[in-house]
């Protein structure tokens, strides 16, 4: 019997991200000294920070080498990152054996073809509205917001919501009427 999005939700202990294309827009701007920049959304990093608070571990696993990515990881309290991999699977199994999960407590997000081994494998799988076809036709879920444009948040309530947390935040941050 196939679990509902809802089920598989509830179970996720660590949500593990791709970086460019979920956390940013995937434009990648490199000025006249060869410094890198991308623009990340301040509410996909707020998600964040929500699930971490309410036990969920975030992990970033990333193709691509960047400062940038070391920076925005640090300000969110992100430990597990990982960085110039081009097997994720590998390095998602490895994540999940040394924080002791199994396959159906992990979630994951990302936006293209290197990201579809992890995907498969995931207990819950997500990619933005922008991903490429192949993709979001391999996902639990695609996300109504692009990538870098508010995804990530999308996905950080849903854990929230699945995982009966929304009611307590929505209390703390007074707009529980809105319910």
């Known amino acids: 019997m196939k679990k509902s999005l809802r089920e598989k939700l509830q ?13 940013t827009d995937g434009r990648i701007i490199i000025n006249d000294d060869g410094r890198e920049t ?11 920070k929500l699930v971490q608070r309410y036990g969920i571990e975030v992990a970033l696993l990333t193709g691509r080498q960047s400062e940038v990515v070391k920076h925005r990881a640090n ?8 960085q110039k991999i081009f097997n994720k699977k590998e390095v998602f199994v490895e994540i999940l054996q040394k924080n002791n999960l199994n396959v159906d407590q ?30 979001k036709k391999t996902v639990d879920y695609v996300t109504k917001n692009k990538g ?32």
């Open 75 to 82: 300000e969110l309290g992100i430990k597990e990152v990982h």
């Open 38 to 48: 991308k623009n990340f959304d301040v509410r996909d990093g707020h998600g964040i």
């Open 106 to 135: 992990a979630a994951f997000i990302g936006d293209d073809i290197i990201d579809i081994p992890v995907l498969k494998e995931a207990g819950f799988s997500a990619t933005v509205a922008d991903a490429i076809d192949i993709v």
């Open 148 to 179: 870098g444009r508010g995804a990530v948040r999308e996905v950080c309530e849903m854990l929230l919501q699945a995982q009966g947390r929304w009611p307590e935040i929505a209390a703390k941050y007074e707009f529980a009427e809105h319910l």
């Open 11 to 23: 179970h996720i202990k660590i949500l593990i991200m791709d970086v460019d294309g979920v956390m």
